[in-house]
């Protein structure tokens, strides 16, 4: 079945404790993408991959880190998470950029004490 | 710098009436213009997306509208179905980058 999966789907974590939220897609995707979704605020993109070792931000990457080691493989790395990091993360592949669907992981809600 | 905005943020209608969302983006470069549908608990799903090459999409119940001129474009449901009931985002993507600009997002309640 063609999907995009992510793990933990739910974490309690302390502030400053390092933690990593794994995205993964059987699909031969290039593009990939994380997002925060926050009450009033809709989808806002964290940060983009367009394929192998390319990354780069999207409009909220401060606190995030991400890699492309693996074409089916992009982790979002919180060095040092802050309360203001609490939220509802989505991972999201698509064929490429550019009028290309974007399929959803179901989501990992984290929040930061 | 790109942004869309979206409206109503939330919108009840009776059961087999219609329901439109509007958007409003402000790159005029934008090409391409996708909805997406979020169930509760799930991630969001493409619903249907428009082309600036094309006015008008539809599929069943389901139609988006594009005036480029004015820069918005239209989703409308018709004949509505509690199965309806869900958040629809609106997007656009940011001409110039890889990024994608998503609205802040409607929440359609249909009531039996």
């Known amino acids: 079945e063609a999907q995009v999966t992510q793990n933990p789907r739910y974490l309690i974590t302390v502030t400053g404790k390092k933690l990593t939220v794994t995205c993964s897609q059987n699909m031969n995707h290039e593009y990939m993408s994380w997002y925060r979704q926050d009450p009033g605020l809709g989808l806002r993109q964290i940060y983009y991959s367009m394929n192998v070792e390319v990354t780069d931000k999207g409009d909220v990457p401060e606190g995030y880190k991400v890699s492309r080691k693996e074409k089916r493989n992009f982790p979002l790395i919180l060095e040092s998470p802050s309360p203001n990091q609490t939220s509802l993360y989505f991972c999201a592949s698509s064929l490429s950029w550019g009028s290309s669907e974007q399929y959803f992981g179901p989501g990992t809600r984290l929040t930061v004490t | 710098g790109e942004n869309v905005e979206q409206h109503p943020s939330t919108l009840s209608v009776q059961e087999g009436d219609s329901a439109v969302i509007k958007c409003t983006y402000s790159?005029?470069?934008?090409?391409?213009f996708p909805w997406y549908k979020q169930e509760l608990g799930k991630g969001p799903q493409l619903i249907i997306d428009?082309?600036?090459?094309?006015g008008e999409k539809k599929d069943q119940r389901i139609a988006v509208t594009l005036n480029k001129t004015a820069k918005h474009f239209s989703l409308h449901i018709t004949e509505t179905q509690p199965e309806d009931s869900a958040v629809y985002f609106c997007a656009s993507e940011a001409s110039g980058t890889y990024k994608y600009i998503f609205g802040t997002g409607t929440r359609l309640k249909v009531l039996a």
């Open positions: 428009i082309r600036s090459n094309v």
């Open positions: 790159d005029s470069a934008s090409n391409y």
